[in-house]
């Protein structure tokens, strides 16, 4: 019994829990493969990709802004899935991503003046991969 | 070899098994709570206990010196088994707190193995007596072992034996995994090798879900790794050979599961010790078994 006492302990408190609350989680990485996968890219004022790692700090890269994509719109209680997210809701979200992301950066410095924060929405269309790119919100960055 | 393996290896608990594990859990956990500190200047999202009071105390005006200084003054306790059962506790309590920071950034690294892990050996210490030497890894396994467990039922809960049948649209993660590297640096080979291997999910249908369909099965029965020494090593193997999969497929590893995982059930440095000493001769006088 004292082989499994604290395996069957932490089992049974992380689903009774039932939601992700630190340190008890259900590990849910991954426990389903829906038909959309999404990835947020930013682009300059020139229609150029900017890559986080060249202009960013450590923290701001792709998975973490998809994480916080995820963390925001559940916290606002905007739905999201599919690519059927509400016009209005990609636009505030977008808007508090994109501040997030340039906060506490050396915005001075930037060899561009805008930022477009957008979503790549990956499917399957009859076995074969296909994406749509859409335009979340885009502002002036440099001051 | 057999012998060495059967007699020592998977029996007992030497100190340098416990010394290679101290050493290579402080190295993670240093560098991941480093990350933490990184990632966190402000609380936007509570979770957790951070829902409970107001989490930013830990980061502002330069808090998060004095957490990083009590980090390392931790880890010095800890691999000098100072004080063991509050050191940690106290580890405990540092990881909930920070990783708990963490998440209420929108940032889910899953550290919560971690935390736990501290708190297993807490627990150890605690009842102290003759099977601590055992106790201190083993119930770390324990956590672990449901940490796997709860993923695979994860994935039950949420899509039934669909997970597995709908293994070919991981291909779609797997393209978005390996677009996350290039959106990061810019380098279009990091799109490409996505699409390339996103492609052969979908081509290899059968054999994905074999793959998937095996690594399900490995999650559920984790608690196998329990039922002793020899089987904690069998299982961490093949735990190891299933993150490399995911890493090679997804350009995924989730690094505070796998890491607890590679030392407490693989422990890579002790095996390298350990098969070198026994080549050589010369453990026999340096460990008590």
Redesign the interface.
Known sequence: MRKYFLFAAYVFLALLVRQEFHPFSRFPMYNSFPNWGYVFFLKNERGETVPYEKHFSINKRAGYVAHTFYTLFSHHGFYYSDGKEKPEHMEAGGKELLSMIVKDEATGSFNFDSLGLYRRFYFLQEDTLTFRDDLMYAQRVKP | MRSALSHRFFNGHPKAEWFFIKISLMWIWLKIVHGVF????HV??P???CRFFDCSVLVVNNASHFFYVAAVILSVLYLFERWMMLTTFLMFLL??LL??LE?S????N???LY??VF??QS?AYYKGGDKLRQNRI??AV??I???????G???L???GFH?IT??P?????I??NY???Y????NYADLQQG?TK??FV?QHKFFVILLFGASLFLELTA?VA??GKRNTFIYGLLLLGMHMGILFFMDIL?VA?FYPMLIFMVNPMYVGYFVVCEGTGWVKDRFDY
């Not at chain 2, 649209?169 to 993660?173: C, F, G, H, K, T």
Request: hydrophobic share 50%; net charge negative.
């Open positions: 990184l990632d966190t200047g936007p999202y979770d957790g206990i990881s909930l990783f708990t998440e950034n929108g940032i889910l899953r550290c919560a935390t736990m708190l297993a627990i083993q119930f324990q956590i072992a449901a940490g796997y467990f709860l993923a039922s994860s994935k809960i949420a899509s997970w709908d293994a649209q991981a291909s779609i993660q393209l978005k677009s996350y590297a959106f990061d640096t810019g699409l996103a492609h979908l608690w329990l039922t989730i599961i």
